[in-house]
């Protein structure tokens, strides 16, 4: 079993930055491919961004490409995600996962409970 929690969201105006901490526990992220989504009220959970074990692979969705960074650090349990140049359509609350890459994205198998963020225009 591995235990996520999110943190960093919050309230940033559009052309901002924000930086998502995904914090592990109960076991090492080594083994698993970690990744984000992300979710506004009635619609479906949008993937964002995912990473494999050693950070060599990285997948994003057409949506942030060019402006969202997911990063690792396997030593330390955490996965960040860094977003720039926010734009309020990045409004919703992002989610941590840890699972397997599968071909452009993540197949999910834990999760974290989300942070919400929330760009102004």
């Known amino acids: 079993q591995v235990q996520l929690a999110e943190s960093g969201g919050g309230l940033v105006q559009a052309g901002g930055s924000l930086r998502l901490s995904c914090s592990a526990s109960g076991r090492t992220i080594s083994s698993y491919a970690m990744g984000w989504f992300r979710q506004t009220p009635g619609k479906e959970r949008e993937f964002v961004a995912a990473?494999?074990?050693?950070?060599?692979?990285?997948y994003y969705g057409d949506s942030v490409k060019g402006r969202f960074t997911v990063s690792r650090d396997n030593a330390n349990n955490m996965v960040y995600l860094q977003m720039n140049s926010l734009k309020p359509e990045d409004t919703a609350v992002y989610y941590c996962?840890?699972?397997?890459?599968?071909?452009?994205?993540?197949?999910?198998?834990?999760w974290g409970q989300g942070t919400q963020v929330t760009v102004s225009s």
């Open positions: 996962t840890a699972g397997t890459l599968v071909p452009s994205r993540i197949r999910g198998d834990y």
């Open positions: 990473i494999n074990w050693s950070g060599g692979i990285r």
